[in-house]
Nanobody, 124 residues
């Protein structure tokens, strides 16, 4: 049974925007933490943004002011609005969920459930 499904990735020019969506099964969307990560070839998985119970947020420094995480409970969806994209933002983007409080919301080991990912490629 699939629990998280990402969409919205694709090719985009630098300076433009994309909105990623993560469709979650009903039980997953009620988890305390939902987050977005990315992983570029040869690099470790990087935590980008996390959302606690739909209102508290965390962002890694490289995306602060450019990316916004949000949750639409009516659609069981967590989104990542990405503005002013840069070539270094190119990566596979993953949605993740954790059922309870985690001390490090931007660490991959904090999460139990992962989607399959959606590719984002930013050209200069």
């Amino acid at each position: 049974q699939v629990r998280l499904v990402e969409s919205g990735g694709g090719p985009v020019q630098a300076g433009k925007f994309l909105k990623l969506s993560c469709a979650a099964s009903e039980d997953t969307i009620n988890y305390d933490f939902m987050a977005w990560f990315r992983q570029a070839p040869g690099k470790e998985r990087e935590g980008l943004a996390a959302l606690y119970r739909g209102y508290s947020t965390w962002y890694t420094d490289s995306v602060k002011g450019r990316f916004t995480i949000s949750q639409d409970n009516g659609k069981n969806t967590v989104s990542l609005q990405m503005n002013n994209l840069k070539p270094e933002d190119s990566a596979m983007y993953y949605c993740a969920a954790a059922p309870d409080w985690v001390a490090r919301p931007l660490r991959s080991y904090s999460y139990d459930i992962w989607g399959q990912g959606t590719q984002v490629t930013v050209s200069s």
